[in-house]
């Protein structure tokens, strides 16, 4: 009887082991696909940040004489988790076209700063 005991332990302790490391390496794998597609999320990208290039035009419609009412032909140049460069075809609101490279970054203050120039 003594010997039935001691291979019901064994047993019992082996399971709970296998178990343990099972759950221990579902979890660890977890962890890494979490890593692996957690990603910064960013408030713009080419197509919502022409708001904001339209907003900001307007607020200098007075200075510049015109603004930019809308963006076509968007192309992404560049973009990082702290940054997105983007140009394209500014429609402005003189009925006049221009070439146009928009974009919103992350400066030392941690804030997104958005600047435009038309070429």
Known sequence: ???SNSKTIFLSASLVFIFINAIHANEADLNSKAIDTLKIAKPFDCNNLVNQVRMISRDHLDLEGY??????NRIMLSETDY??????IAKLSNVTSSNIEY?????TEEDWI??????
Do not use: N, P, T, W
């Not at 940054?83 to 394209?88: A, M, N, P, T």
């Not at 958005?114 to 070429?119: K, Q, R, T």
């Open 1 to 3: 009887m003594r010997i």
């Open 67 to 72: 603004s930019v009412e809308q963006i076509e």
């Open 103 to 107: 974009k919103a970054f992350v400066d």
């Open 114 to 119: 958005i600047e435009y120039y038309l070429y």
């Open 83 to 88: 940054s997105i460069e983007c140009k394209g």
